[in-house]
């Protein structure tokens, strides 16, 4: 089957996206969009003792940006908060074998999805919640 210009991980990713949910009460939740794709990604987090012991995503968009969403969720799994922020859109894009360009900005999406997730932590623990 022809895949076109998608990477097998990226079909995988998209096909059997991992982490596709909500978690409840979660520690961080970031959503961001791109006004110009129309994708809009949302990316909860389950934090204890400064480690990411769950991460879920409801992304609305193409193929890619649900790969990506997916993508991120695994990498983050069991990293504490420094490591997550160190994981970029190109080791996102990386981790999926590949994102051709018109679809790179798939990938840092999901990066700044990460980064508002965790700054909604960040603040949530300020506030003593």
């Not at 769950?54 to 504490?80: V, W």
């Amino acid at each position: 089957m022809a895949q076109g210009p998608y990477s097998e991980k990226v079909m995988d990713h998209f096909m059997h996206p991992r982490n596709m949910g909500e978690i409840e009460d979660p520690s961080g939740v970031g959503e961001v969009g791109n006004p110009a794709c129309g994708d809009v990604m949302r990316l909860y987090l389950k934090i204890e003792n400064d480690t990411i012991i769950d991460a879920k995503f409801k992304t609305f968009g193409c193929g890619a940006a649900i790969a990506s969403s997916s993508m991120t969720t695994e990498l983050i799994k069991g990293k504490s908060i420094d490591e997550a922020l160190a994981i970029s859109n190109e080791a996102v894009a990386e981790a999926l074998g590949g994102l051709p360009p018109a679809k790179q900005h798939c990938s840092v999406l999901a990066e700044e999805a990460l980064q508002a997730a965790l700054e909604d932590y960040k603040k949530k623990q300020q506030e003593g919640k």
